[in-house]
């Protein structure tokens, strides 16, 4: 692999600006940060209901923390492809790799999950499903354009939101450069992709109006097209890196928030995590003890302490792999994600952990009660906003309905139904969870509007 061919500080539509204050990936974590997209992920599921007494993680929280560890990760793994994959007289490409690279995972993990819909995947699911049940609609739209409503992708929309180009906006989508982009990209295919013999494709990442876009993306930062139709592409390598601060965080913060909600034994919940830590080959187990002792009368002090550790363990494993694959060049050949190739003791210690989550945790009765309310209330405004978009002339309460969508997601009557639903699904999977609460409750009449809502 060519290390000096995949990465570039083109943005869609936008040339590099030659700002010398900050580099233009540390640009695109400005960009993202300060955008209302991501602003909103204050207020959308993780995993546990919005916060009572005791504060846990929402999208923006883990979106933050995620940032954190793939910047350590980018870091590390940039100052390894500086020294070993880079010439020497190329002081560009070593300049990115040592001090841009982690600007660029970092600004990735920022803006992972812009574009999940509200109440965490039930949201996906409701969209899904509201399409899956109205057959009828079927004749209205192309294989793939009904491909991507049946499955509907936060991955996929997190891409068409930093990337697609909306009315009324001063740059397209977040303004971010291809690198950035390329590393979002986790199933860089399109839907109709999905349960064909591909590897990496259980989920997409675009829908069919911002294909042209992936392609853009692809070429400028070396992505490989692998079949045209489906369209598919080979994974950026900066991706595994992103995917590993994901893969880090949900594990190890969703088992801290739930030994702080007690839904899982404070006891049990140090055990697992002291066992992840043993895997570390700088394991110092008497100085372990010795501050878990110094907390004994603050169990979430113990907690957080033990968090901090197994992140500082999982990203070093995770680099290791990461050095593995480039020294192999095994980003050629589809490897699996740093998590899944982790040595034995600490996969298996890891899983432990997710197994437990999966029963205890994502099961619980508060996870599956805001899952199925969240289901309820995105059914329930796509069934008042979808036919009214599609109606022809629109008439009597569509008409009131439609003035309710902000300028930036209007279609125009002349627009396709596929362009038309997509700008009503981008309305619905940015509003926050008390945002689309609210709505739904003022259209059925459950409660009156107030003033100034904002989703």
């Given at each position: 692999?060519?290390?000096?061919?995949?990465?570039?500080?083109y943005?869609?539509?936008?040339e590099?600006?030659?700002?010398?204050?900050?580099?233009?990936?540390?640009?695109d974590?400005?960009?993202?940060?300060?955008?209302s997209?991501?602003?909103?992920l204050?207020?959308?599921?993780?995993?546990?209901?919005?916060?009572?007494?005791v504060l846990?993680?929402?999208?923006?929280?883990?979106?933050?923390?995620?940032?954190?560890?793939g910047?350590?990760?980018?870091?590390?793994?940039?100052?390894?492809?500086?020294?070993?994959?880079?010439?020497?007289?190329?002081?560009?490409?070593r300049?990115?790799?040592?001090?841009?690279?982690?600007?660029v995972?970092a600004s990735?993990?920022?803006?992972?999950?812009?574009?999940?819909?509200?109440?965490?995947?039930?949201?996906e699911?409701a969209?899904?499903r509201?399409f899956?049940?109205?057959?009828?609609?079927?004749?209205?739209f192309?294989?793939g354009?009904?491909?991507d409503?049946?499955?509907?992708?936060?991955?996929?929309?997190?891409?068409?939101?930093?990337a697609?180009?909306?009315?009324?906006?001063?740059?397209?989508?977040?303004?971010?450069?291809?690198?950035?982009?390329?590393?979002?990209?986790?199933?860089?295919?399109?839907s109709?992709?999905?349960?064909?013999?591909?590897?990496?494709?259980?989920?997409?990442?675009?829908?069919?109006s911002?294909?042209?876009l992936l392609?853009?993306?692809?070429?400028?930062?070396?992505?490989?097209?692998?079949?045209?139709?489906p369209l598919?592409?080979?994974?950026?390598p900066?991706?595994?890196?992103?995917e590993a601060?994901?893969?880090?965080c949900?594990?190890?913060?969703?088992?801290?928030?739930?030994?702080?909600?007690r839904i899982?034994?404070i006891?049990?919940a140090?055990?697992?995590?002291?066992?992840?830590?043993s895997?570390?080959?700088?394991?110092n187990?008497?100085?372990?003890?010795?501050?878990?002792?110094?907390?004994?009368?603050?169990p979430?002090?113990?907690?957080?302490?033990?968090?901090?550790?197994?992140?500082?363990v999982?990203?070093?494993?995770?680099?290791?792999?990461?050095?593995h694959?480039?020294?192999?060049?095994?980003?050629?050949?589809?490897?699996p994600?740093l998590?899944?190739?982790?040595?034995?003791?600490?996969?298996?210690?890891?899983q432990?952990?997710?197994?437990?989550?999966?029963e205890?945790?994502?099961?619980?009765?508060?996870v599956?009660?805001i899952?199925l309310?969240?289901?309820?209330?995105l059914?329930?405004?796509?069934?008042d906003?979808?036919?009214?978009?599609?109606?022809?002339?629109?008439?009597?309460?569509?008409?009131?309905?439609?003035?309710?969508?902000?300028?930036q997601?209007?279609?125009?009557?002349?627009?396709?139904?596929?362009?038309?639903?997509i700008?009503?699904?981008d309305?619905?999977?940015?509003m926050?969870?008390?945002y689309?609460?609210?709505?739904?409750r003022?259209?059925?009449?459950?409660?009156?509007?107030?003033h100034?809502?904002?989703?």
């Amino acid at each position: 692999m060519d290390w000096s061919k995949i990465f570039s500080p083109y943005r869609l539509g936008e040339e590099p600006s030659g700002n010398s204050l900050r580099t233009e990936y540390e640009r695109d974590y400005d960009r993202i940060i300060f955008s209302s997209s991501f602003r909103r992920l204050q207020n959308k599921t993780q995993v546990f209901p919005l916060p009572g007494h005791v504060l846990v993680h929402n999208r923006l929280t883990h979106s933050l923390e995620v940032a954190s560890v793939g910047r350590s990760l980018g870091r590390a793994a940039g100052g390894y492809i500086a020294q070993h994959c880079v010439d020497k007289n190329d002081a560009a490409t070593r300049e990115f790799y040592t001090f841009s690279l982690a600007s660029v995972i970092a600004s990735a993990c920022l803006a992972h999950d812009i574009g999940n819909p509200a109440f965490g995947h039930s949201g996906e699911k409701a969209i899904s499903r509201f399409f899956e049940h109205n057959s009828s609609l079927r004749n209205l739209f192309s294989e793939g354009q009904w491909t991507d409503l049946t499955r509907f992708e936060g991955n996929a929309n997190s891409f068409r939101i930093a990337a697609q180009r909306k009315p009324n906006r001063l740059q397209q989508g977040l303004g971010i450069t291809v690198t950035t982009l390329a590393a979002m990209i986790k199933y860089p295919c399109e839907s109709t992709a999905i349960d064909k013999d591909f590897v990496h494709r259980k989920k997409y990442n675009v829908f069919q109006s911002e294909k042209q876009l992936l392609a853009e993306v692809a070429d400028r930062t070396g992505m490989k097209c692998e079949a045209s139709r489906p369209l598919v592409y080979g994974r950026h390598p900066f991706v595994y890196l992103v995917e590993a601060a994901d893969d880090i965080c949900y594990a190890i913060m969703d088992w801290e928030d739930a030994a702080k909600l007690r839904i899982i034994p404070i006891d049990f919940a140090k055990e697992l995590l002291l066992e992840l830590i043993s895997t570390d080959p700088d394991y110092n187990s008497r100085k372990i003890t010795a501050i878990l002792n110094g907390l004994e009368n603050d169990p979430n002090e113990q907690l957080a302490y033990l968090r901090a550790k197994c992140i500082n363990v999982l990203v070093k494993h995770c680099i290791a792999v990461f050095e593995h694959y480039v020294a192999s060049d095994k980003f050629q050949t589809h490897p699996p994600s740093l998590v899944d190739n982790l040595p034995p003791a600490v996969k298996s210690a890891l899983q432990k952990i997710v197994n437990h989550s999966v029963e205890y945790i994502y099961n619980h009765d508060s996870v599956v009660k805001i899952e199925l309310a969240g289901y309820k209330i995105l059914s329930g405004l796509l069934e008042d906003f979808v036919p009214a978009v599609l109606s022809s002339p629109p008439t009597g309460m569509d008409k009131k309905l439609l003035r309710l969508i902000p300028a930036q997601f209007k279609s125009h009557p002349d627009e396709r139904p596929y362009e038309k639903v997509i700008k009503v699904l981008d309305f619905i999977s940015g509003m926050t969870d008390l945002y689309a609460l609210e709505l739904y409750r003022n259209l059925r009449g459950i409660s009156m509007p107030g003033h100034g809502l904002h989703h």
